[in-house]
């Protein structure tokens, strides 16, 4: 991954498995939000590809592209939302531009849509007029929109407070069982990396490179790498010893 001759990241090579919960995770600066762009097609990688189900991404007509495009739902860490738009007209739009759809039938979706991710009701809220957890809902409640296969998350609890950071985790972790849909999420914060993923990848920002791949709870206590048991045990020095001595 390079903007122009500067290389952000190489040599990564890793496989996310159906209906698992896979992080991406790393210090600030490392590339993970530009390898989650790299992964949904937002941007060519300098070098080497993006596969799905043996399906090469970069190699293949615009009109396979958009195919798999079309398996993808995300959702990004502002939400993204359009502000003018309630949220049952976000979250409808991807159905009436992708869809042939009623617009009753549309309107049913969203509801269902919304219900999923604990916001019936709202559908005539404005993202103005909804918390900063709420908006994050909406957001996957969008993304969800035309039940993708695969679920991109970004920083999805980036500016939430703990209690609302554990909800969307919980989310996610329902919607994964009761939809048998693949996460990918984009995050370095610790309670959700050990609540969520099953498995993981370590962007290093120094070396450019990914330097663990594996479950984090496993990377954690068995890591060789010091930089990622730092990362991993920050915070949880007495967690990790098993607590204060009594």
């Known amino acids: 991954m390079a903007y122009g001759s500067f290389v952000i990241q190489r040599d990564l090579s890793f496989t996310v498995e159906r209906g698992e919960v896979f992080v991406i995770m790393g210090g600030s600066g490392c590339g993970k939000s530009t390898l989650l762009n790299h992964m949904i097609g937002l941007k060519r990688p300098a070098s080497g590809d993006v596969v799905y189900d043996g399906l090469s991404f970069w190699r293949a007509v615009p009109e396979v592209q958009d195919g798999l495009?079309?398996?993808?739902?995300?959702?990004?860490?502002?939400?993204?939302?359009?502000?003018?738009?309630?949220?049952?007209?976000?979250?409808?739009l991807p159905l009436q531009t992708f869809t042939r759809l009623r617009t009753r039938q549309i309107s049913d979706i969203v509801s269902l849509k919304l219900a999923l991710v604990g916001l019936a009701g709202y559908e005539e809220f404005y993202p103005s007029e909804v918390s900063g957890g709420m908006l994050k809902r909406a957001g996957v409640a969008r993304a969800m929109a035309l039940d993708p296969d695969i679920l991109f998350f970004d920083e999805p609890s980036a500016g939430l407070d703990p209690i609302s950071s554990r909800r969307l985790d919980d989310l996610i972790l329902e919607l994964r069982d009761s939809l048998g849909a693949t996460m990918v999420v984009v995050t370095h914060e610790l309670a959700s990396i050990f609540t969520i993923a099953d498995n993981s990848v370590f962007l290093d920002a120094e070396t450019r490179t990914m330097i663990a791949h594996g479950n984090p709870k496993t990377l954690r206590d068995e890591c060789p790498n010091p930089t990622v048991r730092s990362f991993l045990r920050r915070g949880q020095a007495e967690a990790v010893a098993g607590g204060p001595a009594t």
């Open 69 to 92: 495009r079309r398996r993808l739902g995300v959702s990004f860490q502002s939400g993204a939302l359009w502000s003018s738009m309630t949220l049952a007209e976000n979250i409808g």
